[in-house]
């Protein structure tokens, strides 16, 4: 990623850097870019707020985090007892062919068709008890493999409404994070003419702003190039 491009979650810390600096400066630089006046300011202040506000609804994109990983492990304990479960069909000479079929769907994460399946693997263990029972599967298996089955459609349902209410936080607010991102860029620009030969233009380098934000992470960064 570009060294001189703030990301998302950098976009309202970059703005608050530079902010101390532009508000004491921003007379001096709207004498030669009148466009940077009072209500610039004003408009600069309140973009901040307004992205600030977005950056709190970043918990959300955490929680869609927390509800795949919830779905993506749940699915994998399911696959590892279907190994578990297969050989114990094969020992007992019963088909494994839909046991396969569960697996493959887990693998591609079609839910709702890995559910359908393990309902009916429910009603093969449920039909063929006698020969699975002596093999290790227990008589309550079949209505544990319906819970089961059912806690995989909680998770995904679960796991959807997070990512739908996600991505439509994502495209509505983007132009927010990016009419704040522009900001930044004119106002480092700005400066960095009006203070050529100052050495306030050090404040005004947004690729020395960006190294000094990430700095305390990405000590390579915070180095001159």
């Not at 991102?181 to 005004?204: C, E, L, N, Q, W």
Request: aromatic share 8%; no cysteine.
């Amino acid at each position: 990623m570009s060294n001189s491009r703030l990301n998302n979650d950098e976009v309202v810390t970059g703005a608050t850097f530079l902010k101390t600096n532009f508000l004491a400066d921003r007379e001096e630089i709207q004498e030669v870019f009148q466009e940077f006046d009072i209500n610039y300011e004003k408009d600069y202040l309140a973009q901040i707020d307004t992205v600030k506000k977005l950056d709190r609804k970043f918990a959300k994109t955490k929680q869609q985090v927390s509800a795949s990983q919830a779905l993506y492990k749940f699915s994998d304990t399911i696959s590892t007892e279907m190994n578990v479960v297969s050989f114990k069909f094969k020992s007992a000479g019963v088909d494994t062919t839909l046991i396969t079929a569960v697996k493959k769907d887990l693998k591609k994460l079609n839910i709702e068709g890995a559910v359908e399946k393990i309902t009916e693997l429910s009603q093969v263990v449920a039909d063929n008890k006698v020969a699975l029972q002596p093999k290790g599967i227990t008589p309550d298996y079949p209505i544990r493999l319906i819970e089961k089955g059912e806690k995989l459609l909680d998770l995904n349902a679960q796991q959807n409404k997070l990512m739908d209410e996600g991505e439509k936080m994502t495209h509505a607010n983007q132009k927010e994070y990016n009419k704040l991102r522009k900001m930044v860029s004119k106002i480092t620009a700005a400066g960095k003419i009006v203070f050529k030969d100052d050495k306030r233009a050090y404040f005004y380098s947004l690729r020395k702003l960006i190294q000094r934000m990430r700095a305390p992470e990405k000590g390579k960064d915070s180095k001159e190039e």
